[in-house]
């Protein structure tokens, strides 16, 4: 049985009755962060009236309770009315935040302004507090520790994520990756993660599984296929010839890391064995290309809207020749 008080992970949850009905929302979040960190916010909206949420708004409150910052965030989905979401919102914190309890507030907008807000407080800590002082953290932890706090070749959540999802069944699973799983599982299963202990995934439904999946690839300070290589890979992706593409992208896996390569073949070949389902599952090569390239094939200092395009054509044709790629990758535990 998972209980939060063996994590760092706090819930708020609150209800407003607009014309008699009620709107419901929950927020799990991680109790402290450190400066110019990544948050996944976990957030559930069960809207049982008929009045609009139109969007998201995310403020941060200092421990005097004065507004820091506000962030409108419109999910897939909104607006929202008579239905409920549940989804992560990714929020970082600011890099000049000051070492004490901050309050993260989400607010469920309605063009009446009759909203719902849930406060919850965060202690943002020394940056010397985050992943290099927890000698067991995974999540945001540079590849090559985590594979050395792993002692794996690959991150052992990767590959019991996918070996679980092979378990499962992926031919049927529509929306893998797309739809959102139980935000608040994978949380919780991430702090168990970050904290070295037992973890267990056979309770967690395929969609969370991947979820999990894909918030520890996301949560990675660099991508597995490098800064360095960008261009590279997105001037490869661009070469129409099959043979002379799979050269090229070949001669790029050799110049990354063998942590890198190891990681990036164990993926793009599960992502590959996904898009061969592609007629039952309605993820294909492109789908999956659309939500993982941001994450794979990245600049350092900006994203650059035009590239995106570019992006996700180097993506699809990675997936797509993946096994090509890696031969000698076998999928499983």
């Known amino acids: 049985m998972i209980e939060k008080k063996d994590f760092d992970v706090g819930e708020v949850t609150g209800t407003k009755m607009l014309n008699k009905k009620p709107l419901n929302m929950k927020l799990v979040a991680l109790k402290s962060a450190t400066p110019g960190q990544k948050l996944a916010l976990a957030i559930t909206v069960d809207n049982g009236t008929k009045t609009k949420i139109n969007c998201l708004q995310i403020i941060l409150l200092n421990s005097q309770r004065k507004e820091v910052e506000t962030q409108a965030v419109f999910p897939i989905g909104f607006p929202l009315a008579q239905t409920s979401w549940t989804g992560n919102v990714s929020y970082q914190i600011p890099s000049a935040a000051p070492k004490e309890t901050h309050y993260i507030c ?10 719902l807000r849930l406060q919850h407080p965060i202690m943002v800590q020394d940056q010397s507090r985050g992943w290099s002082d927890n000698p067991t953290q995974i999540f945001e932890a540079p590849l090559a520790d985590a594979i050395k706090r792993d002692k794996s070749d690959v991150p052992r ?5 996918i070996g679980q999802l092979l ?3 992926i031919a049927d699973c529509e929306g893998l990756f797309r739809v959102p799983g139980s935000a608040e599982r994978i949380a919780s299963v991430r702090a168990e993660v970050d904290a070295g202990r037992f973890y267990e995934l056979d309770t967690l439904d395929a969609h969370t599984v991947a979820g999990l999946l894909k918030l520890y690839i996301r949560s990675l300070p660099e991508p597995p296929l490098t800064f360095a290589l960008y261009e590279t890979w997105i001037s490869a992706g661009e070469i129409p010839d099959a043979e002379f593409r799979i050269t090229k992208f070949k001669d790029a896996l050799s110049k990354i890391p063998e942590c890198n390569r190891a990681l990036a073949g164990y993926f793009l070949k599960f992502l590959s064995h996904v898009a061969s389902y592609a007629d039952r599952n309605k993820m294909s090569a492109e789908n999956l290309a659309i939500i993982f390239a941001p994450v ?7 994203e650059v809207v035009a590239d995106v395009p570019k992006m996700s054509r180097a993506m699809k044709m990675l ?13 499983g535990n």
């Not at 989400?106 to 909203?115: G, R």
């Not at 959540?157 to 994520?161: D, E, K, L, P, Q």
């Not at 794979?296 to 900006?302: M, S």
């Open 106 to 115: 989400v607010e469920a907008m309605t063009k009446e302004k009759d909203n």
């Open 157 to 161: 959540i990767v590959t019991a994520a």
């Open 167 to 169: 378990k499962l069944g």
């Open 296 to 302: 794979l094939i990245r600049r350092k200092d900006r």
């Open 319 to 331: 997936i797509i020749d993946a096994n090509e790629l890696f031969p000698d990758v076998r999928l």
